[in-house]
C-alpha cells in the first residue's frame, strides 16, 4: 500500500492549508476531499447544503472518499503505488463508511483547536459555514457543540495535533514527525 497521510478535524484546524505544505515537503500528490467535491458539483459547498440538502453534499463525500480508497495509480517508472497527502472535510469521518475507507488506505492525524482559535479563525466567514449557520445560536456555542458532537469520530483517527498555537510550516512539521514516527512505530510492531 502507498502511504497515504490523510487529515481530518473541525473546520479551520488547518486542514487544507496543512495538507498542501504537507504535500510540497513530501513531494507528494495532495488530494483537498472539499475542491474535489466543489469541482464536481459545479457550486460550493454552502450552496449545495442549500440548494441540495446536508444528505447530498454527504452522499458526494462518501463517494469520493470510496474512489480515493479505491484508488490504484502506480508510479511510471517503479511501478509502486503513489503517495499522497489527502484533506477531508470536518465532517467527514462521522460516517463510519468513510472512516473505515480512510483507514484501509493511510495514516489518519486529526487536527484540533481551542473553540475559541477556531472562532477566531473562522471571523466573518462563519456566516457562510453551513454547520455553523444551523440553529441560529452564537458562534463560539455552535462550535463547542459540533466539536462534541463529532468527538468519538475524531478520537478515531491514529494520530491528533493540537494546531491552536502552530504556524502553518510548525503544523506541517509536527504532521510529518509524527506521521514517520507511527509508521516506524506499526512497521516495527507488524514486523
Known amino acids: ?11 479551520a484546524t488547518g486542514k487544507s492549508v496543512a495538507a498542501q505544505a504537507c504535500a510540497a515537503m513530501l513531494g507528494w500528490r495532495l488530494i483537498d476531499c472539499d475542491a ?3 469541482a464536481r458539483a459545479g457550486m460550493p459547498i454552502a450552496e449545495i447544503f442549500r440548494e441540495r440538502g446536508e444528505a447530498s453534499f454527504r452522499k458526494l463525500e462518501r463517494e469520493l472518499i470510496a474512489e480515493l480508497a479505491g484508488e490504484r495509480l502506480r508510479c511510471p517508472q517503479s511501478g509502486r503505488p503513489l503517495p499522497a497527502v489527502i484533506a477531508t472535510g ?4 462521522v460516517d463510519p ?3 473505515n475507507a480512510l483507514s484501509r488506505i493511510g495514516v489518519i492525524v486529526c487536527l484540533t483547536a481551542r473553540p475559541e ?5 473562522i471571523g ?3 456566516a457562510s459555514r453551513p454547520m455553523l449557520a444551523q440553529g441560529g445560536k452564537p ?10 458532537a463529532r468527538r468519538e469520530s475524531y478520537a478515531r483517527a491514529h494520530l491528533a495535533i493540537d494546531t491552536s498555537d502552530l504556524t502553518i510550516a510548525q503544523t506541517a512539521i ?7 514516527r507511527y509508521g516506524r512505530e506499526s512497521w516495527a510492531t507488524s514486523a
Not at 509536527?174 to 514517520?180: L, S
Open 117 to 121: 482559535v477556531i472562532a477566531r479563525r
Open 97 to 99: 463508511r468513510n472512516f
Open 90 to 93: 470536518g465532517g467527514a469521518l
Open 1 to 11: 500500500m502507498a502511504p497515504k497521510l490523510i487529515l481530518t478535524g473541525f473546520m
Open 174 to 180: 509536527a504532521i510529518i514527525e509524527a506521521f514517520g
Open 36 to 38: 474535489m467535491i466543489v
Open 124 to 126: 466573518p466567514a462563519a
Open 139 to 148: 458562534l463560539d456555542q455552535r462550535i463547542a457543540e459540533l466539536i462534541e
